[in-house]
Each structure stands twice: as C-alpha cells, then as structure tokens.
C-alpha cells in the first residue's frame, strides 16, 4: 500500500473514531460535530491521487481545449489564406500559386482536425480512468461503511444483551431480598411477620 493510500484510509480512520467519540442518544444515530466531519472529508479530497485531480481539471476544460483548437485552426487557415492572396497578388505564377494555396489549407484542415481528435481521444481516455478510478474507490468506501455499520449493529445487540442479563440479575436479588426480609421476620416473631412483610 503506497503512502497515499495509507493517509485516505489513515482519515477514514479518524473519520470512524469521531463516529464513536459521537454522543448516541437514541443509539441509532450519533451526533457528531459538523467541523471535526468537514475537517477530516476536506483532507480526505486533498488526499486524492494527483490523476484524478488532473482528470478532472481535464475533464472541466474540454470545451475550452475544443474551442482553442478550433481558434487555433482558424487561424492558421485565415493566415495561409491571407499569405496566399498576397502571393497571388505579386506573382505572375497565379494557378500554381492558388494550387499550392489550396493544398497548404487542405494539409492545414487536415493536420488541425487531427489534433483536434487526438486531444478528444486522450481527454475521454482520462475521463474513463478517472471515472473507473473514483468508481474504485466509491466501492471500497460502499464496502467500508457496510462493515462498519454491520459492526456497529453487532456491538448494539451485546450491549442489549448486557443490559437484559443485568435486568434480570437486579429482579432476582430483588425478589431474593423481599423472600430473606419475610423470612427474617417470620423466625423472629412470627405473630408480628405479617405486618412487616414487603407488599
């Protein structure tokens, strides 16, 4: 386990103890305070692998990446366009040149509509990784919280269990102690025993 995997589940960790530092009134909730939860989910975000983060950032300026691409070929396009025309102006060579022109903006089209789908193909490559990637770790946390809670419950039925044990336990030295009294007082002066038994 790398370094970054041990402070996301190093958080988790601490994320579970203030659950059980929680005060539990009701027992199946816990009342835990706001910032020790919002402290601990923001290192939890800065603790992501840097991939996902640039995935993401990637992800936010595909639009941008597209529309530069875009600017960009338009320009080059409008710039050999502009080129041509000047040399079609001062040349006697007019056909040859307007070919020449022709192809330089096909071989411009070309070249930035590769570029364009090249950078298409890598940022949905980084998208689905990142997708696969924080499908992972959503499965792994989905996995965690269940066991936690499994726990949880386990540990609320022994709890029940402990105090029904206890309840009975009390009753019967209760019951013990009321049949000790009367019989106490029964040995001692059993004209005056009844008077003095528990009701």
Do not use: W
Not at 22 to 36: A, E, I, L, M, Q
Request: with cysteine; aromatic share 6%.
């Amino acid at each position: 386990m790398n370094s970054q995997q041990d402070v996301i589940y190093g958080l988790m960790s601490e994320l579970e103890d203030a659950l059980d530092r929680g005060f539990s009134p009701f027992g199946y909730y816990s009342v835990v305070k706001k910032d020790t939860v919002t402290t601990l989910l923001d290192k939890l975000y800065a603790a992501l692998p840097d991939e996902i983060k640039e995935a993401r950032a990637l992800l936010r300026r595909k639009d941008e990446l597209q529309y530069e691409a875009q600017q960009k070929a338009e320009k080059i396009i409008a710039d050999a366009q502009a080129e041509a025309n000047r040399l079609l102006s001062e040349s006697d060579l007019l056909r040859a040149v307007q070919r020449e022109a022709e192809k330089i903006k096909e071989q411009v089209i070309n070249d930035c509509e590769e570029i364009k789908r090249k950078a298409l193909d890598e940022a949905d490559a980084v998208r689905i990784q990142a997708s696969d990637d924080a499908a992972k770790i959503k499965d792994g946390a989905s996995v965690y919280a269940e066991q936690l809670l499994a726990n949880l419950e386990q540990n609320l039925g022994q709890m029940q269990e402990i105090v029904k044990n206890g309840q009975i336990q009390l009753e019967k030295r209760r019951v013990e102690a009321e049949e000790q009294l009367s019989g106490n007082y029964v040995n001692q002066r059993p004209e005056y025993a009844k008077d003095f038994q528990m009701q």
